[in-house]
């Protein structure tokens, strides 16, 4: 019978509301504190400058933006162009792919020193 008591108790205990009374006489206020305040919160340090891109990227960069121009140019401007144009866009246009991907080459990983990179595909 005891238990039931001590059940009963508790359970009456959860549906009481919480004495809030010192937080409401000490605010004025009847309202709960706001636990998403905008000003208690992290805010992560600024992010590291981007690196300089190599000489040789920027060519190539720009050698695909020429050459999408050459393509494109005629086009929207509705003027006409020969075969020499879109031979030259295109070559442009693959000689700057080209040149990127060939940078990337298959350098080692840099987080790891004692050359073993596990499963590598």
Request: a negative charge; hydrophobic letters at 40%; aromatic letters at 4%.
């Amino acid at each position: 019978m005891e238990w039931d008591t001590a059940f009963a108790a508790l359970v009456a205990g959860l549906t009481d509301e919480a004495d809030t009374s010192d937080f409401h006489q000490a605010t004025g206020s009847r309202q709960e504190p706001d636990p998403y305040d905008p000003s208690d919160h992290y805010e992560p340090p600024p992010p590291p400058p981007l690196p300089r891109m190599r000489p040789v990227t920027r060519w190539a960069l720009g050698s695909i933006a020429l050459g999408v121009g050459i393509l494109l140019a005629p086009v929207v401007a509705g003027i006409e162009h020969g075969t020499s144009h879109d031979i030259a866009g295109v070559m442009l246009v693959l000689g700057g792919v080209v040149t990127l991907v060939a940078q990337m080459g298959d350098r080692p990983p840099t987080d790891s020193d004692d050359g073993d990179n596990g499963a590598v595909l």
